[in-house]
Nanobody, 113 residues
Framework: QVQLVESGGGLVQPGGSLRLSCAGSGSILNLNFMGWYRQPPGNQRELVAEITSGGSTNYADSVKGRFTIFRDNTKNTVYLQMNRLKPEDTAVYYC???????WGQGTQVTVSS
């Protein structure tokens, strides 16, 4: 099974940008669905963006117009470009393919001045 590892989080000021990466240990071509999820402190995990192998995307209303999900199958990586970040975007971000695989460790994003 391809392992997925998240990276790219950090501390950023409101209005700033970050790009998260979800790197597969092998080919992600067979992963038709890939999603970025987040879990804010004290809250449940939620899906914020998803992409299919064909490139179709969908976003949560809270991030629409600010976040962009895209995948580079040649690099076995799915990205989440996050612009105009807000304090309420603070969370641990995870990537997952919707299967029964365990969740990874995620990457912390903190938006604060």
């Amino acid at each position: 099974q391809v392992q997925l590892v998240e990276s790219g989080g950090g501390l950023v000021q409101p209005g700033g940008s970050l790009r998260l990466s979800c790197a597969g240990s092998g080919s992600i071509l067979n992963l038709n669905f890939m999603g970025w999820y987040r879990q804010p402190p004290g809250n449940q995990r939620e899906l914020v963006a998803e992409i299919t192998s064909g490139g179709s995307t969908n976003y949560a209303d809270s991030v629409k117009g600010r976040f962009t999900i895209f995948r580079d199958n040649t690099k076995n990586t799915v990205y989440l470009q996050m612009n105009r970040l807000k304090p309420e975007d603070t969370a641990v971000y995870y990537c997952h393919d919707g299967s029964k695989r365990p969740w990874g460790q995620g990457t912390q994003v903190t938006v604060s001045s």
